[in-house]
């Protein structure tokens, strides 16, 4: 499984925002260091970056900049969400449509696959919660449930709706799948 650049490209960008370049070529220099990967790869929006190689530069970057603190995960999911949606952001179309439902249904999954290559992400809107399904994992790691928790949060809020998430089910603790819950709210 890879990950599109774009998640790298945008947390590039938002600890350069928050920390400073020299923070970041720091960070990478160490990175490059513990892994050659990072050292020999120009890493654009649109390289696929090996799954396992994403972990570790999160685990990496969480450990480096967040103090190990794993809720940071949350925070990287909603500001790739809000990036990528964004009026100037290369995924701005899914928002094209005004109905929820359809949003949630279709636009949601197509979203995931310009992200992964593997995987398979069934969302459905009933009775005002959003439910959120994700199978085909190679790799248990609090990574992808916090991340893309937030990412799912944070695109419903782009699309108007606010939202109280709930994981109903988590690889990590020993589950087939990640099951995420999300009870809208009035925005």
């Known amino acids: 499984m890879n990950v599109k650049g774009t998640v790298f490209t945008t947390t590039k960008a938002t600890v350069i925002e928050a920390f400073g370049e020299q923070r970041w070529i720091s960070f990478m220099a160490k990175l490059a260091q513990k892994d050659k990967y990072f050292k020999n790869n120009i890493i ?44 100037k ?18 636009a949601l ?9 593997a995987g398979i992400v069934t969302t459905r809107l009933e009775n005002n919660v959003v439910y959120v399904k994700i199978t085909g994992f190679p790799i248990k790691h609090v990574y992808y449930e916090k991340l893309l928790m937030g ?29 995420f819950k999300y009870e809208l709210k009035d925005s």
């Open 109 to 117: 999954p197509k979203l995931w696959e310009t992200y992964y290559d």
């Open 151 to 179: 990412f799912f949060k944070q695109t419903l809020k782009v699309f108007g709706k606010k939202s109280i998430a709930t994981m109903v089910r988590s690889l990590t603790k020993g589950d087939d799948d990640i099951y």
């Open 89 to 106: 952001g290369p995924y701005q179309s899914y928002l094209l449509t005004k109905d929820i439902k359809q949003f949630v249904e279709s």
């Open 44 to 87: 654009m929006s649109i390289t696929l970056i090996p799954l396992d190689k994403t972990v570790i530069f999160f685990d990496e970057l969480i450990d480096e900049c967040f103090n190990g603190d794993k809720n940071a995960y949350v925070m990287f999911g909603m500001v790739g969400a809000k990036f990528g949606l964004s009026p």
